[in-house]
Structure formats: C-alpha cells, structure tokens
C-alpha cells in the first residue's frame, strides 16, 4: 500500500515524560506506517524550551498562524520543583498559555465515547463539549478587605479626565469588595470561535450567562453574541440545520443535566471552570477527554486534555512496565491530521483520521484496554495492557481495516 502524501506541513509539537514516549510510539507504529508525515517540529520539552529562553513556544504559535493547524504534545508548566529537577534559568511560562495568547483562542474540551465506560449522567449518550473564555473576570479581579465604616465607588476616569462613579456599597462595618473587567476584544474573539467551532463540528451551540442580575456585565456577553451571531453565522447556522440557544446559566444546568448531549457549550471563565471539571469527572475519564484551541481567524491547535502523566514517567524511567492510556494524545493526532486533510481537500489523509479513530474506539469495546480504564469499565472478561500493547492492539484493528 502507498502511504498517504500531505502537501502542506502540520505543525508538531513535542513534549514531556509519559506523553513524549507516548507520543513517538504513536507516531512509530500508528502514523508513520501509513503516511508519509510532514510535519514541521517544534520540540516543546522543557529542556529545549530551556535552551531557547522560551522562543520554541512562540515559534511554534507563530508557525501554527503559517499553516493554519498544530498538534500538541502534553508539557510541563514548571513550578519550583521542576526549577531545580530541570535546572531552568527562569520559571517559565506555561506554553498552552502562551499559545493561546498568541492566537487569541478559545479551549473546545470534549469526551472520547465508547461502550463500555459509560457517563455518570445516563442520559448522555452523545459529548458534550465545554468551551471555556479564557480571559478575565474574577481572573483578573481586584479585591479589597473593608476594615470597616466608608464607601466603596467605582470610578472611570475617561482619558479626558471625566470621571463617572457608581456607588458599590456604604458600608456601616467590615466587607469585602470585588472588582472585575473584561474587554470587547476577548469576548468577540471568544465568540466567534464558538460560532467556527460549532459550524466546523455541526454542534449546536448554547451559551449562558446571568444577564438578568448583571444587567450591564453579563448582558453585553449576551449582546456581543447575539449581534455576532445574527451578522455573520446565522445564515450559515440555518442552512447547515444547527441552532444557537441563549439561555439563563442555571437554567442551563438543568437542561445539560437532562440533556442527551451532542452540543457546544459556551461558558464564561468561571463557570467553564467549574463546569468543565464536573463535565469531564462526569464523562468517567481525563483520559479520555480532547482538547482543541481554536482562534477567531480559524487556526486550531490540538491535544490531550490530560498532562504529562509524571507518575507513570517515574516507573517508565525506573524500567518497570506502564499502562498509559494513549486515546487523547492519538485523537489530538487524528484532529489534526483530519482537518489538515479537509483544509487541502487532502481527502486519503481525512480517512485515514476517521480510521485510527474506529480502531482505537474498537480496540477498547472489545476489552482490551489500559489499566485506568479497566478500573472504570462494565466490560466484562477485559484485559490490561501495557502502553505499547494498547497501541500494537490498534495497530492490529487499523491494519485490518485498512
Ligand atoms: P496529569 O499528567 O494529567 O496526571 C494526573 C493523574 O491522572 C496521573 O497521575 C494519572 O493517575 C491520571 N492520568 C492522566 N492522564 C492519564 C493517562 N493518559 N493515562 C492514565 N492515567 C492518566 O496531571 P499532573 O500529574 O497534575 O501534571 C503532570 C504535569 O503535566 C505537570 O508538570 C503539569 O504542569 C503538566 N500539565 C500539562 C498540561 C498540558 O500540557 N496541557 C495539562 C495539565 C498538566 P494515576 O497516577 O493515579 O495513574
Ligand atoms: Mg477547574
């Protein structure tokens, strides 16, 4: 069989401990088998990033903004143990941040589904897809402690030098007080990713804030959405069948909870931070679980939602056998590769995506899985492999269907 050619380059980005062996494993036996890979590196391992003072990671963003679509291994974003365990020069950055101010994305996490580790919630047969704002609120907010008796205001000061006040509170004792902003921009940006993402997945997409209480703040979340919305996607939303759905946030809970699923759902930062953790738990694995950046121009970055699984590292490097569960980091690879497929009408390279997906869903119904899985399934007669059995046992299925 010849293997399949790709005209223009996917931007690769190498990582850290489990995910980095895990990551040339995938490549060695799922990939490079069947296509001629053309990728351009980028080695985003913490040495190397080390090495560079960081310049890989931009690189690799500014490469992604080139061609258009990257894949991504899982990195370490260094604390202070890993200053001394990698002998850094600086604690730097963590690079998903980095990528992401750099192409101004939004983070689409969605759920791997196959039978056998079934959802919490029963009636979700389908992913739900959360997508996080990443940008400010009670992120970039400002507190204070009220010692006691005075008056809180917030005062705009316009660059003319007027001033506008709003009364916050006449405290009679001590309080606390909160400030929080976001800018037009980001939230603009954030929703046309939403509205690309929802017409590239053919999800509808629903979104929810508290815009009856805040009145001002959340509203203009609603508002930029709707005027976004009605003059640039809905056209585009009616003729592929989807629909946009603005509701109240707690009422959004109730209907995701009762919901079968199949949909994006927008959150603003804080509650796609809490939402996105109890969606995923939910779900039954981080294992399992997707993770695509996706910039207002349309550029995508793709990856495991999951890090770099430094525990099972530690017994990889001591020589004891793994079982780590490589589903996420092979679908960011298949993402990727499908939509380098569609974007050069590369049509062999979106089969071939499609494929290594049946394969690695199949391989896991039939009861060969890795060993997070085998505590979660209700599969009976299942066996556990290690990391580079689970990915020769799809090599196996994919082989077969090739
Ligand atoms: P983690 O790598 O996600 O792993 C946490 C635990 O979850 C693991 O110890 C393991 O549990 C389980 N797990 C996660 N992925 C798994 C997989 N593929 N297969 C089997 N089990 C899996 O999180 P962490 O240990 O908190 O972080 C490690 C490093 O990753 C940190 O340096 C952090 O900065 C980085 N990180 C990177 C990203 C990213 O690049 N997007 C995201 C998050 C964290 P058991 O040990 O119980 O088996
Ligand atoms: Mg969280």
Request: charged share 25%; with cysteine.
């Amino acid at each position: 069989m010849d293997k399949i050619k790709m005209t223009t380059p996917l931007v690769e980005m190498d990582g850290d401990e489990m995910t980095r062996i895990l990551w040339k494993m995938i490549k060695d036996e799922l990939l490079e088998p069947f296509i001629e890979l053309n990728t351009e590196y980028y080695d985003l391992g913490l040495e190397y990033r080390n090495e560079t003072d960081d310049q890989v990671t931009i690189d690799s963003a500014e490469a992604t903004k080139k061609y258009g679509v990257a894949v991504k291994c899982a990195t370490i974003t260094p604390n202070a143990a890993r200053m001394s365990e990698y002998n850094l020069k600086e604690m730097w950055k963590s690079p998903n941040g980095t990528i992401r101010a750099i192409l101004d994305g939004t983070v689409f996490r969605a759920p791997i589904i196959v039978k056998g580790i079934e959802p919490n919630v029963k009636t979700w047969t389908k992913p739900i897809t959360l997508a996080r704002h990443a940008y400010g609120d009670v992120y970039k907010g400002t507190e204070m402690k009220i010692p006691g008796a005075g008056k809180v205001e917030l005062v705009y000061t316009a660059d003319d030098g007027t001033e506008t006040r709003e009364l916050v509170h006449e405290f009679d004792g001590p309080g606390i007080v909160q400030g929080v902003h976001n800018v037009e921009k980001s939230i603009r940006s954030f929703a046309h990713s939403c509205f690309k993402y929802a017409l590239d997945t053919k999800q509808d997409l629903w979104f929810a804030t508290k815009d009856t209480i805040s009145k001002k703040y959340d509203h203009t979340f609603k508002d930029i959405f709707q005027e976004i919305y009605d003059a640039d996607y809905a056209e585009a939303f009616e003729a592929a069948g989807l629909e946009y759905f603005y509701t109240l946030i707690d009422d959004a809970v109730a209907r995701v909870m009762k919901s079968e699923g199949g949909y994006i759902w927008a959150c603003k930062n804080y509650d796609g931070d809490v939402m996105s953790d109890m969606v995923s738990s939910a779900f039954g694995s981080l294992a399992m679980m997707t993770s695509v950046l996706v910039s207002p121009e349309g550029y995508y970055e793709y990856e495991a939602a999951h890090g770099t699984v430094q525990r099972h590292y530690y017994k990889y490097l001591a020589g004891e056998e793994t079982s780590t569960n490589s589903v996420a980091t092979i679908f960011a690879w298949t993402g990727a590769l499908r939509k380098r497929g569609e974007l050069d009408g590369n049509q062999a390279l979106m089969d071939f995506s499609d494929k290594l997906e049946a394969a690695t869903v199949q391989t896991i119904e039939s009861g060969k899985m890795t060993k997070d899985l085998v505590l979660l399934t209700t599969l009976e007669n299942v066996t556990e492999l290690t990391s580079e059995g689970f990915i020769k046992a799809i090599r196996e299925n994919l082989e077969a269907m090739l």
